[in-house]
């Protein structure tokens, strides 16, 4: 088991690049995925009681319609989520349930109307970010064509330089493998990228690949109790990150 990360005072070398999380950190997660799920489940479900019970096996509360920590949905593949519901779909297979997995996405997340940035004016924010020098960068365990379709939808794909997904072949967090393909992209060092994320599983990538700061957002389902541990630094959303990278460019 991982230890937490110890905190810091602050980065040890300039901030060059930053690489986000998708949902729960640039998208409110109960909100967007929450409908992917209750979609999902109306393809999936044979039958009432299936569906209470596939809910819960994935973390998804259905009678207050809210992930809980540690659901699968939340820090899990497409993949993962397909192995536990196909449990419950046999005929399907694992491999038939993902695919419907993916199709669902698509169709939800092509729909700005079920899209809910963190952030008022997300790419106003970025925008910004990017005028400010940052290279910026995007690590989901979504697929890399889902999180590219729901960036366009949402009008702020191009301002990323980077999108890495579950199948992009860099590997899965905690591991290291997205930030450090990022960082190479870009030609910075690991050690001047921030890694802003709603998870656990977000913030280890930080100390796994040597970043300069783990910044977490109470944007998905976990609280501040759950980040503290792992977070060198716990924001409201990403709004207030502009804040905290000018507090520590002007040290």
């Known amino acids: 088991m991982a230890k937490p990360r110890r905190l810091k005072s602050g980065p040890k070398s300039p901030v060059r690049g930053i690489l986000f999380d998708k949902d729960g950190t640039l ?7 929450g409908r992917w799920t209750e979609a999902t489940l109306d393809l999936l479900a044979p039958d009432r009681e299936t569906r209470a019970r ?6 998804y509360d259905p009678e207050r319609r809210r992930f809980v920590p540690g659901s699968p949905v ?25 695919r419907i997995l993916d199709a669902t996405a698509l169709d939800v997340l092509t729909d700005p109307t079920m ?32 999180a590219r379709v729901q ?21 899965l967090k905690p591991g290291p493998g997205m930030l450090l393909a990022f960082a190479e992209a870009m030609g910075i060092p690991p050690a001047s990228v921030v890694m802003v994320g709603d998870s656990r599983h977000d913030l280890e990538v930080a100390r796994s690949a040597g970043a300069a700061l783990a910044v977490g957002v109470l944007t998905g389902p976990a609280t501040r109790e759950d980040l503290a541990p792992w977070a060198d630094h716990i924001l409201p959303s990403i709004e207030h990150l502009p804040a905290l990278l000018a507090q520590w460019a002007g040290r």
């Open 27 to 33: 998208f409110d997660f109960q909100a967007t995925w």
């Open 54 to 59: 596939m809910a819960r096996a994935a973390g």
């Open 74 to 98: 939340v820090a899990g593949a497409p993949s993962e989520i397909a192995r536990i519901w196909a449990g419950f779909r046999p005929d399907l297979g694992a491999a038939g349930v993902e």
């Open 115 to 146: 899209l809910f940035p963190a952030a008022a004016d997300l790419p106003g924010l970025l925008a910004d970010l990017r005028a400010s020098g940052y290279a910026l960068g995007v690590a989901t365990h979504d697929s890399e064509q889902g």
């Open 151 to 171: 960036l366009a939808a949402a009008g702020v794909e191009d301002a990323f330089d980077f999108i890495a997904g579950y199948n992009s072949g860099h590997g």
